[in-house]
């Protein structure tokens, strides 16, 4: 997850936890796909 925070540093604009995390994490997921 942590490369998908280095692309996307204003994922820390969203102030509730859990939906930070969850939207991270499906950002990693889509990373880890699509390479």
Do not use: F
Not at 5 to 31: F, G, N, S, Y
């Amino acid at each position: 997850m942590e490369q998908a925070k280095k692309l996307w540093p204003e994922l820390e604009w969203i102030q509730d936890e859990k939906l930070r995390e969850q939207t991270t994490q499906t950002w990693q997921l889509a990373l880890d796909k699509s390479v």
